[in-house]
Nanobody, 116 residues
């Protein structure tokens, strides 16, 4: 059993940056894909970014060019660097891992609020 713990959320002004981290209690090298999901108030959870075990990323259109996902299998961490944040990026961000997405393992979530 692997536990995922997110950190790095907070309140930021539009145009600002945040760096989210997902730390796993065990090896992430067995997970073919890891991703970040976002759930805005009153909306369904949405996939924001995903990265394969080989390091290939993919992003939902609304964050392309602003967000960067990376993974470090040696440190069992996945990072989501978010730049140029917009109010519509507000939500709870969840780390997820599995063989396919959505995977079996979820973190508890970290709140991101973009507001002036």
């Amino acid at each position: 059993q692997v536990q995922l713990v997110e950190s790095g959320g907070g309140l930021v002004q539009p145009g600002g940056s945040l760096r989210l981290s997902c730390a796993a209690s065990g090896s992430i090298s067995r997970f073919a894909v890891m991703g970040w999901y976002r759930q805005a108030p009153g909306k369904q959870r949405q996939l924001v970014a995903v990265i394969t075990n080989g390091g290939r990323p993919n992003y939902t259109d609304s964050v392309k060019g602003r967000f960067t996902i990376s993974r470090d299998n040696a440190k069992n961490t996945v990072i989501l660097q978010m730049n140029g944040l917009k109010p519509e990026d507000t939500g709870v961000y969840y780390c997820n891992a599995g063989l396919i997405l959505p995977g079996t393992y979820w973190g508890q979530g970290t709140q991101v609020t973009v507001s002036s």
